[in-house]
């Protein structure tokens, strides 16, 4: 939908790349296709979206509180319960790695540390996901999900995330 509506909007050729490349996912391989310049353009673009990613979940957890919970009283205590907890852990890693890494900038320790850090990324990203996937109930998550409001919710959010994406590139480029 979103790489039609670009020939319809999005009136610079510019736009129309940056646009057309927002999709999640290819932003900057199908940037790096059309060349230097759109690559440099949708990766700004999305990691400025993406930096408003934790506003807007922030927004629907609030409005989901209020929807489910008797009274519409307001809890920190929800969110803290919702909120991804593995995000915590990234942030320590990255800082952790982040004081360690520049003293030993090219040193072979700071080129292990490096490995190491890849290495073990990628066996707990696959033990997440293995783990993730063998408590998933797809039948309930659908059920759950065509009674709750959430795919239309979904549809709405995404509607309003291409229209910020369009109105920031409007305003950027």
């Known amino acids: 939908m979103q790489p039609t509506l670009t020939k319809v909007i999005a009136t610079s050729l510019h736009l129309h790349k940056l646009w057309k ?3 999640p996912g290819n932003v900057i391989a199908s ?3 059309v060349g230097d310049e759109a690559t440099e353009i949708a990766g700004i673009v999305k990691i400025v979206l993406n930096s408003g990613l934790g506003i807007l979940c922030t927004v629907i957890a609030f409005w989901y509180q209020r929807k489910t919970n008797d009274g519409g009283k307001f809890s920190l205590y929800f969110l803290w319960d919702k909120f991804p907890k593995f995000v915590l852990g990234y942030f320590l890693c990255s800082t952790i790695l982040s004081v360690i890494l520049p003293p030993l900038d090219g040193t072979a320790e700071a080129e292990a540390v490096q ?3 890849i290495s ?3 066996w707990w990203f696959a033990i997440g996901f293995v783990g993730i996937g063998c408590q998933t109930n797809v039948k309930a998550l659908w ?3 065509k009674s709750s409001g959430v795919i239309q919710g979904y549809l709405v959010a995404n509607t309003f995330d291409m229209a910020i994406a369009l109105g920031l590139s409007y ?3």
Do not use: E, P, S
């Open 21 to 23: 490349t927002y999709l």
């Open 120 to 122: 073990m990324n990628k």
């Open 115 to 117: 490995r190491a850090v």
């Open 143 to 145: 059920k759950g999900a």
């Open 31 to 33: 940037a790096a296709i």
């Open 171 to 173: 305003l950027l480029f």
